[in-house]
């Protein structure tokens, strides 16, 4: 059964940093490019960092420059530095792989976690 776990969220101030933790056990990152997504209160998910299965990172403009992705293959983990956090990055974060994994002809995503930033 494919898990996706992410940790690591929480509350803090603006201009604040924290970490997120995404455990794929059942995800080969050797032929899988993986993402971070997040949905904002009242937004569609969005992928806002995405990492390939040969290194290569891309952000979208809002977080460019603010946060950074990184993964260890063999931890099956995937991992979100946030820095300079902004009220508006409040959202929950999803990890997943690009494009997002489909189980029985259904997406499927984790739990998420949930980061707050309050202003």
Known sequence: ?????????????????????????????????????????????????SLTSSGITNFASSVKGRLAISADAAKKTVYLLMNSLKAEDTAVYYCNTIPGLIINGRPYWGQGTQVTVSS
Do not use: H
């Open 1 to 49: 059964q494919v898990q996706l776990v992410e940790s690591g969220g929480g509350s803090v101030q603006a201009g604040g940093s924290l970490s997120l933790t995404c455990v794929a056990p059942q995800i080969d990152f050797r032929f899988n490019d993986m993402g971070w997504y997040r949905q904002g209160p009242g937004k569609q998910r969005e992928l806002v960092a």
